[in-house]
């Protein structure tokens, strides 16, 4: 079993940067992959980043050279640092990961984080 508690939600102006945690708990040595999802009303939710446990990243077109996923093992921690943040990235944005227990695959998601920018 996994826990995810993300913290570094808030706002910022057009062009600043921010910086979301998401500490893990748990069965640590079980997750395969993690990153960020964020849901905007009345739009879908977007899979933004993610991070397999080999280091492998993946990103959403619309954030690829603002944002950089990455992990600090020592902490159990993921990190997603956002630079040049624009009004269109607000959305609350959620922590997830991907394990597997040898016998079966689970997802697991943090509470979420409101992220606004202002122009």
């Known amino acids: 079993q996994v826990q995810l508690a993300e913290s570094g939600g808030g706002l910022v102006q057009a062009g600043g940067s921010l910086r979301l945690s998401c500490a893990a708990s748990?069965?640590?040595?079980?997750?395969?992959?993690m990153g960020w999802y964020r849901h905007a009303p009345g739009k879908q939710r977007e899979l933004v980043a993610s991070?397999?446990?080999?280091?492998?990243?993946n990103y959403a077109d619309s954030v690829k050279g603002r944002f950089t996923i990455s992990r600090d093992n020592a902490k159990n921690t993921e990190y997603l640092k956002m630079n040049s943040l624009k009004p269109e990235d607000t959305a609350v944005y959620y922590c997830?990961?991907?394990?597997?227990?040898?016998?079966?695959?689970?997802?697991?998601w943090g509470q979420g984080a409101q992220v606004t920018v202002s122009s």
């Open positions: 997830t990961a991907k394990s597997h227990n040898g016998i079966a695959w689970s997802d697991y």
């Open positions: 991070i397999t446990s080999g280091g492998t990243t």
């Open positions: 748990g069965s640590i040595s079980s997750i395969y992959a």
